[in-house]
């Protein structure tokens, strides 16, 4: 009797070089302990691991932010699907991507595209170019244009938290070492939203709404 092993592929694309990441992931592999997909570079990784309760929990690097995102999916999704995508939070731009091989390929090339086409609206020369301190604007400008994106938010009522439903929160921001802070005074609920490049701030203008956790 032979087995079939669940198997799903696994990619994303490395903030520091830009280098697409990918690789097959099986459930035996994966229920046996953590799966790291490291780029050759040597300084992202991708981690997966099981839940308690049989889900994977992820930890991705963002092209975008300075520090990885972490999302929970069910193995349904991490094995069934012929693509399923994961995407910053704080804009569109997908940065994992999970399903059948020539899908995930597929869909990482489109984040290429999409990304340097940010780059370029951005005023940014090549993807190198982010890396370079001259290419960074002082926090004060970037920090304006966040907040500038979050009080639109708050206009229109689009930061969402864990108030009752059809409950206006009161929201409120505070400036930190790694972001913006913003946060509801009646639940409690917050997120840092990054400040730390141009091209971060950027997207972060096409944000159509804010959930706060």
């Known amino acids: 009797m032979v087995i079939e092993t669940k198997t799903t592929t696994l990619a994303y694309r490395c903030p520091h070089c830009g280098s697409g990441v990918i690789s097959a992931v099986g459930m035996f592999s994966l229920s046996a302990d953590m799966v790291k997909l490291k780029c050759t570079c040597g300084k992202s990784e991708l981690t997966a691991v099981y839940t308690n309760d049989k889900k994977v929990r992820l930890s991705v690097p963002c092209i975008l932010c300075p520090k990885p995102h972490n999302f929970v999916v069910s193995q ?4 069934g699907k012929e693509l399923f995508t994961l995407s910053c939070p704080y804009s569109d731009m997908n940065i994992c991507f999970m399903g059948e091989m020539n899908h995930v390929k597929a869909a990482l090339a489109q984040a290429e595209l999409a990304l340097l086409d940010m780059l370029e609206q951005s005023g940014v020369s090549s993807y190198e170019s982010l890396h370079r301190e001259e290419e960074i604007l002082p926090d004060p400008q970037i920090r304006q244009i966040v907040t500038f994106v979050i009080g639109e938010l708050k206009e229109e009522k689009k930061i969402f938290c864990k108030c009752p439903e059809n409950t ?3 929201y ?6 790694d972001g913006i802070l913003v946060y509801c005074e009646d639940c409690g609920a917050s997120r840092i939203v990054p400040v730390d490049s141009y091209l971060g701030a950027h ?7 804010l959930h706060l956790e």
Do not use: K, T
Request: proline letters at 0%; charged letters at 25%.
């Open 203 to 209: 997207s972060f203008l096409d944000c159509d709404s």
């Open 76 to 79: 349904n999704v991490f094995y």
């Open 168 to 170: 206006e929160g009161h």
């Open 172 to 177: 409120s921001c505070r400036i930190m070492e």
